[in-house]
């Protein structure tokens, strides 16, 4: 059975990976994290979409709950992860940081952005998780 990503997924991806081009192209690569989350979510707020960020995700596991197991970077319009990224090189683990992300918040979309790769395009890391 394939996996169908919805429109409003496949809408909100290309506006991220719009966004993230723009934002990179003018600020550069290098600066610190938290600077492109607050240029990303200023500019994908001024084009409309909803972005929360620093989401607190509560996690269970067997008879304990923890309010806050992590902070997502950026959920937008309420149907995309973020996870963003300014280091020299990603790992795996970034990559099974995002897919872990993904499943426990039961989104389908995620995006790794690593704004310290000299062209945005190589920095740009699309994972879906396949509930």
Same mark, same amino acid.
């Given at each position: 059975?394939?996996?169908?990503?919805?429109?409003?997924?496949?809408?909100? &991806?290309?506006? @991220? @990976?719009?966004?993230?081009?723009?934002?990179?192209?003018?600020? &550069?690569?290098?600066?610190?994290?938290?600077?492109?989350?607050?240029?990303?979510?200023?500019?994908?707020?001024?084009?409309?979409?909803?972005?929360?960020?620093?989401?607190?995700? *509560? %996690? =269970?596991?067997?008879?304990?709950?923890?309010?806050?197991?992590?902070?997502?970077?950026? %959920?937008?319009?309420?149907?995309?992860?973020?996870? /963003?990224? *300014?280091?020299?090189?990603?790992?795996?683990?970034?990559?099974?940081? /995002?897919?872990?992300?993904?499943?426990?918040?039961?989104?389908?979309? &995620?995006?790794?952005?690593?704004?310290?790769?000299? /062209?945005?395009?190589?920095?740009?890391?699309?994972?879906? =998780?396949?509930?």
């Amino acid at each position: 059975m394939g996996f169908d990503m919805g429109r409003v997924e496949e809408r909100v &991806g290309r506006a @991220v @990976v719009d966004v993230a081009v723009a934002v990179h192209r003018e600020m &550069g690569p290098g600066l610190l994290e938290s600077v492109y989350e607050v240029v990303m979510g200023a500019e994908l707020g001024r084009r409309g979409f909803a972005v929360r960020r620093q989401v607190p995700v *509560s %996690i =269970n596991w067997r008879d304990l709950h923890f309010e806050e197991g992590f902070r997502a970077d950026m %959920i937008v319009d309420g149907c995309v992860l973020l996870e /963003l990224k *300014s280091v020299e090189h990603l790992h795996n683990a970034h990559r099974k940081q /995002l897919l872990t992300y993904l499943r426990l918040t039961n989104l389908k979309l &995620g995006y790794l952005l690593n704004f310290a790769e000299p /062209l945005m395009r190589q920095g740009i890391t699309r994972t879906v =998780n396949n509930l």
